[in-house]
């Protein structure tokens, strides 16, 4: 009997101990999931909700008082750690100027800027035109001027895979004036980019661009899916003075009402404090309304302070906006 009931008990432990590592390997594969689960949370966590790109105009002492070649703008902005370009036509227009902007001298600006984001590995994104004629003028044949002389750089962004242009909203003085003529002057704009799946969008630039409910007036009345808003955390200057601005709108209340239109974003930066926050601006905050509109795609930086050099004050926009977009998650 003794021997039998050790024969038992040991089967009995046997069997104990088979169930427990059953049952061990059952739930094994169940804890090994949730930590997986746990740590995509984590590393989702850290990404921030949108894509950096880098405003082309962030190194325009350096092309126009240093010498720096436009041309190297996608090697630098991968050695600063973005991904996508923002290009700025003003700083080649020393030689398309000099080629009268002919077919020609598009194809190699084209060819070159292709050839160098390529290299690095680079997202062309936008193209920034200035100096085109007025798009809210009240003339009708200097409106339509300035709309034809913006077709080459439409060509130009559907030709380097970029998704749109920025243009500016110049022109009359008068709101009721200016709106109509916006709405006009986008509208023919955009219906011609259209077809070359190019999006026309309007930063805050001064002047009554910069009242974001009036541009955003705007966007409603011209309605096109094509055409929207490119809101810069900084430009809300309507009016300058000598000693700076003497009319300007609500920053925060400006972003939001313009993120509702926007198509890309541009993260202005001036000054920064000893903890790395702009001085001006409150980075947590207009990300955060940013981030409730939906808005996940490129964010541009653009440095246009002079305490820092352009390297220093590109790189310390771009660490504040990963700082920034942390806090808000």
């Not at 069997?15 to 689960?37: H, I, M, R, T, Y």
């Not at 198509?263 to 000893?274: G, I």
């Not at 001085?279 to 939906?294: E, N, Q, S």
């Not at 771009?318 to 700082?323: D, T």
């Amino acid at each position: 009997m003794k021997g039998k009931n050790l024969k038992l008990t040991g089967l009995k432990v046997g069997l104990v101990v088979l169930a427990l590592g059953v049952f061990s390997c059952k739930e094994a594969p169940k804890d090994k999931s949730d930590n997986k689960e746990v740590t995509e949370v984590a590393v989702k966590s850290e990404e921030p909700f949108f894509k950096l790109s880098l405003a082309q105009w962030s190194m325009h002492r350096m092309v126009r008082e240093e010498g720096v070649d436009p041309y190297t703008f996608a090697e630098k902005a991968k050695e600063w750690g973005f991904s996508g370009l923002e290009y700025v036509s003003g700083l080649y227009y020393d030689e398309l100027r000099a080629a009268n902007f002919s077919e020609e001298a598009m194809a190699a600006f084209v060819e070159k800027c292709n050839a160098e984001s390529k290299k690095h590995g680079m997202e062309n994104v936008l193209i920034m035109i200035d100096g085109q004629g007025d798009l809210a003028t009240t003339d009708d044949a200097k409106r339509k001027e300035a709309v034809e002389n913006h077709y080459k750089w439409v060509d130009a962004a559907a030709a380097m895979g970029c998704h749109a242009i920025r243009v500016n909203l110049s022109g009359s003085k008068v709101p009721e004036e200016w709106v109509a003529s916006s709405v006009d002057g986008l509208t023919q704009l955009a219906t011609y980019a259209k077809e070359k799946n190019i999006e026309v969008l309007v930063e805050n630039h001064g002047g009554l661009s910069s009242n974001a409910a009036m541009l955003a007036e705007v966007m409603t009345k011209v309605n096109m899916k094509n055409c929207g808003t490119l809101p810069d955390f900084g430009n809300f200057c309507i009016e300058r003075s000598k000693d700076g601005c003497a009319n300007e709108y609500d920053i925060y209340k400006g972003i939001s009402e313009l993120m509702p239109h926007a198509l890309a974003v541009s993260a202005k930066s001036y000054n920064f404090d000893a903890q790395g926050y702009e001085t001006k601006l409150d980075y947590p905050r207009i990300l955060k309304i940013v981030k409730d509109a939906g808005y996940t795609g490129y964010i541009g930086v653009e440095y246009e302070g002079h305490e820092l050099g352009e390297e220093a004050g590109i790189l310390a926009t771009k660490n504040l906006l990963l700082k920034a977009a942390k806090e808000i998650n």
